[in-house]
């Protein structure tokens, strides 16, 4: 397993992660209809869609999009559905399988961009839905030997032309410096402010890492936004969006790391009272308090992307009038092979729970221990 690259410089995280036995976890039961009356405004996210590299030539037509299609269409469907519509769609990074060249990143990003305009795919395009895209370490990087994987020059520029017109007009983006931070924002909407990281930004390279270094978030940024925005009196609610979380459970096989910057920006997050991050990369539905209170993790990496997920589907936030977050998640049961749906695959709630601030009762880790 790889190990985290990164010791936690506080206890509490400790706490959390020597807890004995395994939580207790919401049961599934159908998705239910939600009054409309107590939601202000919803957004769904989700992340990790593309398929294996063996499996790619499976899905037949072959589209070059290298994306889950079948499971894609069914999340563009039930999301379509949902009672409430929701005004936002996060797609947390790896889109794409990538990981390869620029010329194949741009290949695969122009194909999937086509199949979302394919209204014989999904008419998802003209729910009126907003899309925002974020990259993962699939679009931005590429994998060497042994799978090591280094940064790809090029693929923030790659990644601007095909997937540039999902980001938020209204973004306040980070100084152009070099040009890799483009895709590290935050926007408002209703009452609450949203601030998306790219997580694998690339940085150039130097004798001491002379591939150059990946995952260097631009974190004073970061941190001043989170600050901002707890400071403006119209903003209730924070959410900071990417595809790696700060904290990999290690006591779960992931073959994932969290953010080296995780013990730069976690205290920050609590302090500010930020409502959750929200992530993906490990093939997994989770949802946890690093520190067992305070702000939220969840990973909703369970896209469609080959791994431990149980099930495949999306994350629903609902913003209550009350000042209450409800959280949903829904999703089938995985299909085998897993860039299959089973027939009939309904929509299940598979964990829910309201965001309190203080300790939860019914954390979801979602690999039993």
């Not at 979380?245 to 009272?273: K, M």
């Amino acid at each position: 397993m790889k190990k985290s690259l990164f010791v936690l410089p506080f206890m509490l995280l400790l706490i959390y992660c020597n807890n004995p036995g395994k939580p207790e976890q919401s049961q599934a039961k159908p998705a239910f209809q939600v009054s409309k009356d107590s939601i202000l405004f919803s957004f769904v996210f989700v992340g990790c869609n593309r398929l294996d590299h063996k499996d790619v030539a499976k899905q037949q037509p072959y589209d070059g999009s290298t994306a889950n299609r079948a499971v894609l269409k069914w999340i563009f469907d039930q999301v379509m559905q949902l009672p409430h519509k929701p005004e936002q769609f996060f797609f947390l990074g790896d889109i794409v399988l990538g990981e390869t060249d620029t010329t194949t990143l741009d290949g695969q990003l122009k194909a999937w961009v086509n199949l979302y305009q394919d209204q014989g795919f999904s008419n998802f395009q003209n729910s009126g839905i907003e899309f925002v895209a974020v990259p993962g370490n699939h679009e931005m990087l590429y994998a060497g030997q042994h799978h090591k994987e280094w940064p790809l020059n090029g693929a923030t520029d790659v990644w601007m032309r095909s997937m540039g017109g999902f980001m938020p007009k209204d973004r306040d983006q980070v100084p152009a410096k070099s040009g890799n931070s483009r895709m590290t924002f935050a926007f408002k909407r209703h009452n609450v402010g949203f601030i998306v990281m790219n997580t694998d930004t690339y940085n150039d390279p130097t004798a001491q890492n002379p591939n150059g270094l990946e995952g260097i978030i631009d974190t004073q940024w970061i941190v001043d936004k989170v600050k901002q925005y707890r400071a403006d009196k119209s903003i209730e609610h924070i959410f900071v969006l990417g595809h790696k979380p700060c904290y990999v459970d290690n006591q779960i096989e992931t073959g994932h790391d969290g953010l080296p910057e995780g013990p730069i920006i976690w205290p920050v997050l609590n302090q500010s009272h930020v409502c959750a991050m929200l992530s993906a990369h490990v093939h997994d539905y989770q949802r946890m308090q690093p520190g067992n209170a305070g702000t939220y993790q969840i990973i909703a990496g369970n896209g469609g992307s080959p791994g431990q997920a149980a099930f495949y589907g999306f994350t629903l936030i609902n913003v209550l009038r009350n000042g209450n977050i409800e959280l949903k998640s829904i999703g089938f049961d995985k299909g085998n092979p897993y860039y299959t749906v089973p027939a009939n695959a309904e929509a299940i709630v598979q964990d829910s729970s309201i965001l309190t601030w203080s300790t939860n009762s019914n954390p979801y880790f979602g690999v039993s221990k």
